[in-house]
Each structure stands twice: as C-alpha cells, then as structure tokens.
C-alpha cells in the first residue's frame, strides 16, 4: 500500500460526459501527479500540482483539467469524453516540488467510455 | 518527438535465469527511472540514476546509466516469479517535469 488513494476504482461512462476523478496523497506530501496508461500510448505525465498550485504540465487535453486543493486532494476532470479517453489515470505523490521525487502511484482509476 | 524505446518488449524466463532490458533514446537525460509495475497496480519506483556512467545495485538488480546519458540497463540475476512484471523506464531532461517522458515498457514474466 502506497498511501495513496484514488477513486473511483472503476468508472464506466458515455461518449460526451464529464467525471471525476479523486486523490489523496500520502500524508505530508505536496506534490501530487496525475498520469494517463493506455495500450497504445504508454504511461504519460499529464499535470503536476504543488502546494495548490500547478507546477508542471505534460500532454493534458484541453477537455481536461485538474485542481488541487487547501486539504492537498487533488481532482482530475474529464469532459467531453471520447472513446480513447478510456485508460488507466494514475495519481501519485511526492514530498518535494522538484522533478524525480521519489513518487508513490496510487492504485488507479480505469476509465470506460463506451 | 522524444522517444524512449525499451527492448525486449516482451521476455519469458525461467526461473534462476539471467536477463537484461535495455531502454535506449537519442535524447540526453538529467536523470532516469526505472520503475515496476504489476497487474492492476501502480508503478513502483526501483532507482533513479543521475550520473554518466553511474551502476547502482538493488539486491538482484543492477542498473547502469549510460556515458553519454542516453541509455539505461537493467540486469536481474538469477531471476525469481516475484520479479514479473512491467519494467518502465522514464527519463528527464532539464529541471522541469513537463520534459519527462516514458518508454514504453518491457513485460517480464519469470516462469517457475
């Protein structure tokens, strides 16, 4: 076990919707990352949130978008889902702001959209 | 477009067997990861690697950083089940992590 959190594990949706997806980093940790897995594309960064704040961006969608918040949970929304939105969102956490902070990666999130 | 390019993709060994996996770039890193990742879970980090030329040792499992900083390896001897899994290597370049990127893995599976 981590220490890190996400839900839902497990979230089927339509073409067209929007979701949510949750984390909690490990107690003390600041940095929290969202990744995207998927068979055909890999395991890609796509945004870095520090202390609130965005810290570095990587290939995320404009239809998506992330915060994190005072209590440091951070959310990943999706909108406008599209068929090849389905993957596996990871989220992870790190003490530190600076790049290669050991990162601990939740259990994951698998996205259907049908 | 940054590529990382890891080979096998794919390795099937017997177990006490020797291996090594190769990630391989035209890119020059700061910094790389290897990372493990099994079914239906997260990656979980096994080394960072900063220097050229630099071989760390993780038990069974030796990494090594190559001089140029642009290729990586990673030797697991006399392999056991426990070491199935997805191998990922990740590299940065620069400071920020928006300059992070991942190969694409190679699946191991140590057969007992």
């Known amino acids: 076990d981590s220490g890190v959190t996400q839900t839902p594990k497990h979230l089927i949706t339509a073409t067209g919707q929007r979701v949510t997806l949750r984390c909690s980093p490990r107690?003390?940790?600041?940095?929290v990352y969202w990744y995207q897995q998927s068979l055909d594309q890999g395991l890609q960064f796509l945004i870095q949130?520090?202390?609130?704040?965005?810290?570095a961006k990587g290939n995320i969608l404009e239809r998506f978008s992330a915060q994190q918040f005072p209590d440091l949970h951070s959310e990943l929304n999706l909108s406008s889902l599209e068929l090849g939105d389905s993957a596996l969102y990871f989220c992870?956490?790190?003490?530190?702001?600076?790049?290669?902070?050991?990162?601990?990666f939740g259990p994951g999130t698998r996205l259907t959209v049908t | 477009t940054q590529l990382l390019e890891q080979s096998p993709q794919f390795l099937s060994i017997q177990e006490g067997e020797n291996l090594t996996v190769y990630c391989n770039s035209s890119?020059?890193?700061?910094?790389l990861q290897w990372y493990r990742q099994e079914p239906g879970e997260g990656p979980v980090l096994l080394v960072t690697?900063?220097?050229?030329?630099e071989v760390k040792k993780l038990k069974r499992l030796t990494f090594q950083f190559g001089d140029a900083r642009k290729d990586s390896s990673l030797h697991i001897t006399a392999a056991q089940p426990g070491d199935t899994g997805l191998y990922l290597c990740?590299?940065?370049?620069?400071?920020?992590?928006?300059?992070?990127?991942f190969g694409p893995g190679t699946s191991l599976s140590v057969i007992p």
């Open positions: 990740a590299g940065l370049r620069g400071t920020s992590y928006d300059k992070v990127i």
């Open positions: 690697v900063v220097t050229g030329g």
């Open positions: 890119s020059v890193f700061s910094s």
């Open positions: 949130y520090y202390n609130g704040e965005e810290r």
């Open positions: 107690s003390g940790d600041l940095s």
């Open positions: 992870a956490s790190s003490g530190g702001a600076g790049s290669f902070y050991e990162q601990y």
